[in-house]
């Protein structure tokens, strides 16, 4: 056993102003990441295009995630599964308490090759 961890686990932002990630696990063609926000946004005009699936969960907190065409809220429990290519952002995360989201991304290995 490599240590026991806390998946919410409050990181102490005064010490670093960005967004949190952790890896938690790596692999070919995936990774888990935790990732803790508060307040944190994607950049003014800011877009993810990813060539990887993410699956994203919150755990912790609330936020809002938007698409081109629509945004969606997201409370504890609720997940997502972001498609490759599909223009993404964070428009909003809580900060009391602090968000907590585990992602999962994956690609699918060409059989054909």
């Known amino acids: 056993m490599s240590g026991l961890k806390n998946l919410f686990e409050q990181v102490d932002f005064n010490k670093n102003s960005e967004e949190f990630i952790e890896i938690l696990s790596r692999q070919n063609n995936f990774r888990i990441e935790r990732i803790v926000s508060q307040g944190h946004v994607s950049p003014k005009d800011f877009w993810y295009d990813q060539d990887e699936f993410e699956w994203v969960a919150v755990l912790q907190g609330e936020a809002e995630l938007e ?7 997201l409370k504890p429990g609720d ?8 223009l993404h952002r964070v428009s909003w995360t809580s900060s009391a308490p602090q968000c907590v989201w585990l992602a999962v991304f994956f690609k699918f290995k060409d059989e054909r090759a």
């Open 79 to 86: 997940y997502v599964l972001i498609e490759p290519h599909e």
């Open 67 to 73: 698409f081109k065409d629509y945004k969606i809220k």
